[in-house]
């Protein structure tokens, strides 16, 4: 399995490393290839020396897909899609907070050949990996996702008011005059709420009355 990262943050995953490599550089098979042709010389030799901001690596010794399955809530999309940003890459294997075997308590009681076996706790059994859930990308890509609802709300609703603006509107010029305001103040979420986290704590402006 084949893995590209920046700065060690997981950027997708494939069985192939060219399809690993177009979804890095976001691009179709036809504008791979035609990319590929510009870096291939006269003897059909591939340079990928001028590529930087992400390395590709082949992950042969763990079950990578077992591994993300694991890690599902870290996940900014389905395995499908390659796309596994809030996840880090180890070159090392390491200690993680993937579980095979979650804490828990076995409580008394009889096995099957009738004998007592007496309540204990058993503990959290963690796993070598070069996998790790990462928090600042997957905080980063939530606050994203966030945002793009925001934008596309604040899109709507100046949309929906387009019609206050045109030369043909029916409003009085005082009541144009309010919804243009209402506009710029619907432009300038963005701006002026970058603070939020949330679709939710957003304040809309008001609609004129």
């Not at 995953?13 to 290839?33: A, I, M």
């Not at 043909?168 to 603070?195: G, I, M, N």
Request: charged share 30%.
């Amino acid at each position: 399995m084949f893995i590209s990262h920046k700065s060690n943050v997981l950027q997708t995953v494939h069985d192939t490393e060219w399809q690993c490599r177009r979804k890095t550089k976001g691009l179709n098979k036809t504008e791979y290839w035609a990319w590929v042709k510009t870096i291939t010389d006269s003897d059909g030799v591939e340079d990928y020396s001028g590529e930087t901001g992400y390395t590709i690596v082949e992950c042969t010794d763990e079950d990578v897909s077992a591994r993300l399955v694991q890690l599902n809530d870290y996940q900014s999309s389905t395995l499908e899609t390659g796309t596994v940003y809030n996840i880090k890459w180890s070159d090392d294997k390491k200690d993680s907070e993937i579980v095979d075997v979650p804490a828990h308590t076995i409580a008394a009681h009889k096995d099957e050949d009738g004998k007592d076996v007496a309540k204990k706790d058993v503990a959290t059994t963690y796993v070598q990996t070069h996998f790790v859930g990462d928090d600042t990308a997957k905080d980063a890509r939530i606050l994203a996702d966030e945002w793009t609802q925001i934008r596309a709300e604040r899109d709507r609703l100046l949309a929906n008011s387009d019609w206050t603006q045109g030369g043909d509107t029916p409003l009085a010029s005082d009541k144009k005059t309010a919804w243009a305001t209402y506009r710029t103040s619907l432009r300038d979420v963005p701006k002026d709420q970058k603070d939020k986290t949330t679709y939710a704590s957003i304040t809309w402006p008001s609609e004129p009355s």
